[in-house]
C-alpha cells in the first residue's frame, strides 16, 4: 500500500487514469457497437458500385458514355438515380437494341441482383431518386376509387382508360400496363422514362402513386374480372365495331345462307 | 278433307267460332280484302334479301330490350356518391345517369346483359343496315319504280346514327362525354350560329346539365318514333312494289317467283327472328360491349386515349383525325377550317351514296321499271362508283382508329394519317379504275363462258396426238342467266345540224349527260354480249372446241 500511495500524487497519475478510461469505452465501445456490420456494408456498397461499373462498361458505355456523362446516342446519367436503372433495365428497355422512335420493353438479360449493382454505380454519379421499398407500392392503405380518378386525370390521355395503352406520335407510344410489375410502375412515375413525363412526389405525392398502382391493381390486374364477357383488348369501339362486324353480322349471314338454302320445295305442277 | 266436308252442310245454320270472329272482324275492318291481297304475296328466296331483315329484328331487339332499360335508367345530371357493387368507383362523384347504369349493370338483374344486347344489337342493326343497302345499290335494286325506298332507308341508316350516337352518351361516362365535347366542338366551329346552337343544345355552357334529359328523349322518343314511322313506310312500299328477283328462266320483269308470305315466308320470317336474336344474345353473353364502369365517369377536365365513336360515326372521327389543324384568324374571330371542312364533307360522303340513284337515272335516261336485279359486273360503271364511295368510306374509318393501327401494326400514326389523307383522293379514283376493269374481265368470261362452255378440267389427248381442254356446254338455265341483261346504248345528242344546215342548239347540261351516257355504257364500258348467231355458229360448227 505504501508504494501504491507514494505515487497517487504522481504528477503523470491523471494521465494514466484518463488512458485507462479511453481504453476501456474504447474496448467497450468496439465489443458492443455495430462497428462491424456498418464496415461491412460500407464495402459491400463499394464492392456494389465497383461490379456495377464494370457492368456498365460492357452494357452501357457504348451510348451513355464511359463515366455516364452521356453521348450522341444516349443521355447522361448523371443523376438519374438507381430507380431510373431498376425501370430500365428491369423492364429489359435497357440495353437497347437499337435506336428508334421508342425502346421497347424485351426479355430482361441482367439478373436482379447485377441491376442492383448498375443501379448502385449509377447513383454514385450524381443523386437520384431510390428504388421504392415495398411498403410504398404495396395495396395496404391504398384507395382505389381515387386512384381511378388520379389515373384518369393524370394518365389515361396516353396510357387508355384502364392502361391498355395508346399511340405518341411518330411511332412512339405509351405502353400497356397489363402485367407490369408495380415497382416499375412507381419508378416510372418517379422518373419519367423515354416519352412519359415524370411524377415527382411534389406533383403526385406518395400516397396518390399507390393509390393508383392499386387501382391498376383493381382494373387491369391478373385476378381483374370482365363482368360482360370478353373484353375484347379493353381498347374500347373499334375493336367492338370489328367484332360485331365479324361475329355479329357475320353470324348472322351465315345463318340467312342457311335460312334462304332450306326453303319449301316448290311443287311441280 | 272428307270430315269437313261432310260436316259443312250440317253446320250451315251456324257458322263455326273462329269463321264468325272472323266475320265479325271483316264487318269493321275489311280485312278479308287485304288479307286476300297479301296473304299469298309472293318472295323470292335469296340470302342476301334476308338482310333487311336482320335490321327489322335487330331494330324490334332494340326497341324491346330499350324499353327494359328505361325502367332503371335515370337521365339526370345531378351529381352523386356512388356507393353501389363496383368497388374501384366507390365514393366517386357522378351524375346519376353513369350511377343508373351502373346500377343497371351491377345490380338490377339481368340488367348487364340487356345493356349488352341492346348496344349489340345497335351495331348489328346500323351493320344490317349498311350492308343492306350495299346490296340493294350493287344490284341496282333502286331503280325506279324503288327510289323513294331507296332514300327511306338511306333516312333510316342516318337516323340509326343518331339514334345510336344520342343512346351512346347516355350513359355520361368519359368515353361518350369525350365524344359530346366532339359534338360541341364541331358545332362551335359553324361561323356566326355555332355558339348559339351549342348555348342552344347544352343550355348553356358545356357540358351543363341538360344534355342527358335532352338526348334522352330524344334517343327514346324521337328519333326511333320517326325511325318506326319510316320503316313502317319502308314495309309497306316492299308490298307495294314486291320483291326484285335476280335473273333466271321463268323470272321476268312481270313477275316474282318464290313462295308466298302465308305460310312458307311467315315461319320462315318468325323463325329468322328467333336466330337473329339468339345470335345477338350469344353475342351479347360472350362479349362485353362499352363496360362504363372501366372507363369512369365524365369529367370535362379529363380524357383518355383510345376515345372514338362506335364503329357507324368512325368515319367522321377519321375525317376530323386527318384534317390538318388550318384556322383563319381575322378581325378578332376564328375560322377553325380544321373542324369545320369535316363537318362539311360528313353530310356530303353519306349525300353522295343517297343521290346515285338520282344521278344514274338522269344518265342513262332509263324512265322503265325494274325488277329483275342486276348482277354487279353487268352495271361496271355503277359498280365502280360503289367500290370507290366504299374505299372512302374504309380509308376515313383506318383514319378514325390510326392510334390503333398505330399500336397494333408498330407504325407511326403520322405515316397512317398522312396515308389517309393522301388515300382518301387516290384510293376512290384507283379503286374506280380498278372495279371497272374487274367487271369487264368477268364480263369477258361471262361471255366465254356461254360460247365455249365451262372448262371441266378434263385434258384429252386425240389420235394424232394434240391435247385438248375439254369444254362442257352450259345449260339452257345458266345460258339464260348469263344473257339476261339488258345491255344500253349510249344516249347521243344526235346531229346538230338538221337537214336544211340550220344548227341546232345543244345545251351544256345535255352535252354533259351524253359524255357521262358514254362512260356508262360506250364500247370502254361494256363488253357485247353474245348474240344468238354467235352461239349458234360455234356450237354448230365443226372444230370448236
Known amino acids: ?269 | 278433307m272428307s270430315t269437313a266436308a261432310n260436316e259443312a252442310p250440317r253446320s250451315r245454320g251456324k257458322a263455326p267460332a273462329g269463321e264468325r270472329v272472323a266475320d265479325w272482324a271483316d264487318g269493321r275492318l275489311g280485312i278479308y280484302s287485304l288479307a286476300k291481297a297479301n296473304m299469298r304475296k309472293i318472295f323470292p328466296d335469296h340470302w342476301s334479301f334476308m338482310l333487311g331483315e336482320v335490321c327489322l329484328y335487330s331494330f324490334i331487339i332494340i326497341i324491346l330490350t330499350g324499353v327494359y332499360l328505361t325502367l332503371f335508367f335515370h337521365p339526370s345530371m345531378a351529381e352523386v356518391e356512388y356507393h353501389g357493387s363496383y368497388v374501384p368507383l366507390q365514393g366517386q362523384m357522378m351524375s346519376e345517369a353513369y350511377a343508373s347504369t351502373l346500377d343497371i349493370s351491377f345490380d338490377v338483374r339481368g340488367g348487364l346483359l340487356i345493356r349488352q344486347i341492346h348496344h349489340w344489337a345497335a351495331l348489328v342493326f346500323l351493320a344490317g343496315m349498311f350492308v343492306h343497302m350495299m346490296r340493294v345499290f350493287f344490284t341496282g335494286a333502286f331503280r325506279k319504280p324503288r327510289e323513294i325506298n331507296w332514300l327511306f332507308g338511306f333516312l333510316l341508316l342516318v337516323l340509326g346514327m343518331f339514334t345510336g350516337f344520342t343512346g351512346y352518351s347516355l350513359p355520361d361516362d368519359l368515353l361518350s362525354g369525350t365524344g359530346i365535347r366532339f359534338m360541341e366542338g364541331a358545332i362551335l366551329s359553324v361561323p356566326i350560329v355555332g355558339t348559339y346552337i351549342s348555348f342552344f343544345l347544352f343550355g348553356g355552357e358545356f357540358p351543363g346539365h341538360d344534355f342527358v334529359s335532352r338526348f334522352y328523349s330524344v334517343h327514346i322518343l324521337l328519333l326511333p318514333g320517326i325511325m318506326l314511322g319510316l320503316l313502317v313506310g319502308h314495309l309497306i312500299l316492299v308490298f307495294y312494289h314486291k320483291h326484285t328477283q335476280f335473273a333466271g328462266p321463268g323470272k321476268t320483269n312481270k313477275n316474282v317467283v318464290g313462295m308466298p308470305l302465308l305460310p312458307v315466308y311467315t315461319a320462315k320470317a318468325g323463325g329468322f327472328f328467333f336466330l337473329v336474336f339468339g345470335v345477338i344474345s350469344v353475342v351479347s353473353a360472350i362479349a362485353t360491349i362499352n363496360p362504363i364502369w372501366a372507363i369512369g365517369p365524365y369529367r370535362p377536365d379529363q380524357v383518355s386515349t383510345g376515345a372514338q365513336p362506335d364503329w357507324y360515326m368512325g368515319f367522321s372521327e377519321g375525317l376530323i383525325r386527318v384534317m390538318p389543324g388550318w384556322e383563319i384568324n381575322a378581325w378578332g374571330h376564328t375560322l377553325v377550317l380544321g373542324v369545320l371542312i369535316p363537318l362539311i364533307i360528313f353530310p356530303l360522303v353519306l349525300a353522295a351514296i343517297a343521290v346515285y340513284p338520282f344521278i344514274e337515272s338522269w344518265v342513262t335516261g332509263d324512265k322503265r321499271e325494274h325488277h329483275i336485279l342486276d348482277r354487279p359486273r353487268n352495271a361496271p360503271t355503277r359498280t365502280a362508283f360503289g367500290v370507290a364511295w366504299l374505299t372512302v368510306y374504309f380509308v376515313l374509318l383506318i383514319g378514325g382508329g390510326n392510334d390503333l393501327w398505330a399500336t397494333h401494326f408498330h407504325l407511326s400514326i403520322n405515316a397512317i394519317t398522312w396515308f389517309v389523307r393522301v388515300a382518301f383522293f387516290v384510293g376512290p379514283v384507283v379503286a374506280f379504275i380498278a372495279t371497272k376493269r374487274i367487271c369487264l374481265g368477268l364480263q369477258r368470261r361471262d361471255k366465254d363462258k356461254v360460247l365455249h362452255g365451262r372448262e371441266s378440267g378434263i385434258i384429252k389427248r386425240l389420235p394424232h396426238g394434240e391435247f385438248i381442254e375439254v369444254h362442257e356446254p352450259l345449260s339452257q338455265e345458266q345460258l339464260h342467266t348469263l344473257t339476261a341483261h339488258e345491255q344500253y346504248k349510249p344516249a347521243e345528242i344526235g346531229p346538230t345540224v338538221d337537214e336544211n344546215g340550220v344548227e341546232r342548239k345543244v345545251s351544256g347540261t345535255q352535252k354533259l349527260r351524253a359524255k357521262l351516257s358514254e362512260s356508262y355504257y360506250g364500247e370502254e364500258s361494256q363488253i357485247p354480249k353474245p348474240t344468238v348467231e354467235e352461239y349458234k355458229e360455234i356450237t354448230s360448227g365443226h372444230g370448236h372446241h
Open chain 1, 1 to 269: 500500500m505504501k508504494k501504491l500511495s507514494a505515487r497517487r500524487r504522481h504528477p503523470l497519475a491523471a494521465l494514466v487514469v484518463l488512458l485507462l478510461a479511453l481504453a476501456c469505452t474504447g474496448g467497450l465501445y468496439a465489443a458492443f457497437a455495430p462497428a462491424s456490420k456498418a464496415q461491412a456494408d460500407e464495402s459491400a456498397q463499394s464492392l456494389a458500385i465497383d461490379e456495377g461499373k464494370k457492368l456498365y462498361a460492357v452494357g452501357c458505355a457504348s451510348c451513355h458514355g464511359t463515366g455516364g456523362q452521356g453521348t450522341s446516342d444516349g443521355p447522361s446519367l448523371v443523376g438519374v438515380g438507381a430507380a431510373a436503372v431498376d425501370f430500365q433495365v428491369g423492364t429489359g428497355r435497357m440495353p437497347a437494341q437499337q435506336p428508334g422512335a421508342q425502346v421497347p420493353k424485351k426479355k430482361v438479360i441482367y439478373s436482379q441482383a447485377e441491376i442492383d449493382q448498375l443501379a448502385a454505380y449509377i447513383a454514385s454519379l450524381g443523386a437520384g431518386p431510390a428504388i421504392p421499398s415495398e411498403e410504398k407500392y404495396g395495396p395496404e392503405g391504398a384507395d382505389i376509387a381515387k386512384g381511378g380518378e388520379l389515373f384518369r386525370t393524370n394518365c389515361a390521355q396516353c396510357h387508355n382508360f384502364t392502361g391498355k395503352g395508346g399511340a405518341l406520335t411518330h411511332g412512339k407510344f405509351a405502353p400497356s400496363l397489363e402485367g407490369v410489375d408495380p415497382k416499375h410502375i412507381y419508378e416510372a412515375m418517379q422518373t419519367g422514362p423515354q416519352n412519359m413525363p415524370s411524377f415527382p412526389d411534389t406533383t403526385l405525392s406518395e400516397q396518390n402513386k399507390k393509390d393508383i398502382i392499386a387501382y391498376l391493381d383493381a382494373v387491369n390486374g391478373d385476378d381483374t374480372e370482365s363482368p360482360g364477357g370478353l373484353s375484347l383488348g379493353g381498347l374500347g369501339p373499334v375493336s367492338e365495331g370489328l367484332f360485331a362486324w365479324v361475329f355479329g353480322l357475320g353470324a348472322l349471314i351465315a345463318v340467312a345462307v342457311w335460312v334462304a338454302a332450306r326453303t319449301a320445295k316448290a311443287k311441280k305442277s
